[in-house]
């Protein structure tokens, strides 16, 4: 490409973006309406009853998408439909826009201050507007976000900066069971350069963020069975072996005396963190008071040669999720039972497989199995840790053009939890994400009164806009940080 | 009393227990009548719906007692009545028999082979009969053995051969707490020498059994709190303090390496059983490995420098008798919960003391909470051990009499449960109990399809037909053992 060629190129875009942000301002209404007929439409994933509800989403998606000049269809599956858009061009980078169009369902209902299917602009003494409706935030809004942006460029310069791809799923929320078989049928037309995806959140709510590491998951189900059936406390009390005791000692195990997990080579595979990620984490000047002093807590439990920070981000866990054994109602039978459940799960970081966690906890239990004891394991599903390489051209630009929206440097952050695209997408098809959101933490998703800020739809569609701008070709348009 | 007219007394009793045996024998169709109609009425304690039915049992109860010459009468109280009844004669011991008219609930329901309040007599392929329906063991067709006795006697003699009271509960299997009050307000009436109950078991289908120590109960229920809120395991995994890890952690440092229980202090207070009872225990010759087969367990797991045997009768013991946290439903959900609670209960023996017992669970768990934790405990009762005179001139007798009906030599056992009322009138009145039961271990107490054994009930009014006797002044009547 010419270099004066391509100067000219950029100033025109740089011209255009200001039109295209001044457009998406002026038609916040239009992108507000359009928001709220698909938060009309109850689109609960798990139940279904609303599966006619998911269909009714997809195809909402798919004309809208349609009407900015998308080649948009809706794709069954054997669960929940995928809807599928391309708008390409030649030459520049192609990106895929990921987002899941179902929700979660709404109970406890009378928990909500309307209904949750009827979204409320709700001004708040702050000055702040919410957008309150179920999915509102997770994950409606934000993927609205990218496709007002898109509509924005669309209707100012006819075109978009660049390729897009776009697939929404509608069984995020419920296990994404079609996922794996709609991937292996779409895996061709999926290719792109990167992934974006909104699924995420703000530092706060001045900074935003891009979200460069996620952990893995397994989850596992450990069931123990010691007698054959429920025994008289009395009749059998100290002779019989009690489930109970021996899941709670094997719980007891699982944790040393430094809060660190003491299963025989659980960290042996744990990649440690680039120095050039930890000088990330650094600059954050993370908060580890008031983090734990929101949820009434003073100190980390996790393995105290590392900083709560790096517990939940860098760190694998385990954590009992649920138990339960014997008798629990009110007052007390006298029993000792004859078999006791919990849900264990690990959160895993870079290096570790959750086969060979699995296999190593497995162990661990066996190994410490008194006599006369059996135990079920179930697995309950198994997903890698996900980073994102800190130093691409893409992670580069997003975060010039976030700059520039923000005025502020955006932070790279971790997340204790998992968004399974993201390691799927890596693994399968060899595409790194770019997960760029702009929810906040007291967002209430899955909760009632889900909320999203307006100013979060709003900024989000200016982000999105200048981000589009910025991969387009934006090696001269922007000096490189 | 002249030696020579004694003689003739004894002689003429001895003639007279030939004919009331006889009499009890050729009425059995009239008893079993008698025990149908009590069973037929649903006397459900801890169902408000069935007040009025232990009403009618109470009524039904105190008519039969009357209609053999009892001065009876229904007492009422906060909760379900007491029937109290008195057959008094000068001189010689004056035994109080305890019974309770009460049932457990019959659910579930649809695991009954018929309706639990039709009872039915069913003849079994070894040629044994069955009653069976809720109640025909636990309690009903027990104390009926000691009223169809007093019958028996009464029939043919006119009269019984000592004083008898009889009180009857509507509240044992339901908490029996309108029993302090009552005993407040009796304490005068119901005194006797010695308390006779039904409310036991034999030792093998041939072999009666007086039960001789019961264990204490101690329950309690502990809550851990950490974090004010359920959060979420990726964002918080590690870092927050989770209640369940804790809870187990404290669980398992409540038994030691061999099976002992680890509270500081806990065994202190142990009364060793006496030489006298370990002899009577030794003579049981009790397979530990039938016992534990029968439930599915190859081995005892408590203390182990104690037997099986000794685990359950003369050793305290800590069971966890449930637990619940979290989220313990289909699936996984990843929740680091706020909560989590287990039932916790303690069997105590002699010398032990419920309350120090108590303070030192506490104390131990306590001391071992770590940082941003709160514990709640909740006591949901406290009894002591009982033991039982195993010298007494009562038992000596009592024991003569089952010798004469079964033909064989009666053991002392213990009991790993706990009747409270043998502690509570130990304690309050100073009147020590006889329990001779004939129920069977596979009498379904508290299951569906209950069951009495027909030889369990005839051979029971004829073993309180004998004891009766036995009790009256019999040092001379047969030879002491």
Known sequence: MDGSFAADRLEGQSQSLGKVLS??????????????????????????????????????????????????????????????????????????FYGHY????????????????????????SGETHIVARGASDDKGQLLTFVEACRAWKAVTGSLPISVSMF?????????????????????????????????????????????????????????????????????????????????????????PSGEVAIAGFYDDVKEPSRELKAELDKLHFDTQTFLKNVGLSQSAGDQT????????????????????????????????????????????????PEEIQSKFHEHVRARLPADCTVKFTGLGASRASVIPSNSK????????LKDEWSCEPVMIGSGGSIPIVGVMQSRLSINSLPIGFARSNNRHHSP???????????????????LAALSDGEGNRSEL
Request: proline share 5%; glycine share 8%; with cysteine.
């Open 23 to 96: 457009y998406a301002d002026a038609n916040m209404s239009g992108s507000l309406d359009r928001l709220f007929q698909l938060l009309r439409i109850p689109s609960v994933s798990c139940d279904p009853l609303y599966a006619g509800k998911c269909q009714e989403a997809a195809r909402w998606l798919s004309h809208e998408l349609e009407s900015i000049g998308f080649a948009s269809s809706v794709r069954q599956t054997i669960g929940h439909p995928v809807v599928v858009a391309h708008h390409k061009k030649s030459g520049g980078p192609h990106v895929l």
């Open 102 to 125: 179902d929700v979660q369902p709404v109970e406890p209902l009378d928990e909500w201050e309307a209904d949750p299917f009827d979204p409320q602009l709700r001004v708040q003494s």
């Open 394 to 401: 893409y992670l580069r630009r997003a975060r010039a053009a």
């Open 168 to 256: 929404f799923e509608g069984e995020e929320e419920s296990g994404s069971h079609s996922m794996d078989a709609f991937l292996d049928q779409a895996r061709d037309e999926l290719s792109a350069d990167i992934m974006l995806l909104c699924d995420t959140y703000l530092w706060n709510d001045a900074v935003p963020a891009i979200t460069i590491m996620f952990r893995g998951l397994l989850e596992e189900e450990i069931e123990i069975t010691c007698a054959n059936r429920d025994l008289h406390s009395g009749a059998y009390g100290n002779a019989a072996r009690n489930p109970i005791q021996v899941l709670a000692e094997l719980i007891a195990s699982l944790r040393g």
């Open 306 to 353: 590392y900083s709560a920070l790096e517990q939940v981000w860098t760190r694998p866990s385990c954590e009992i999720n649920g138990i339960a054994g014997g008798y629990y109602g009110d007052g007390l039978k006298t029993i000792i039972p004859s078999k006791a459940v919990a849900k264990i799960s690990f959160r895993l970081v870079d290096g570790q497989d």
């Open 449 to 467: 009164n889900e909320k999203y800020d307006l100013s979060s739809f709003h900024k989000g569609i200016r982000s999105w806009i200048r981000i």
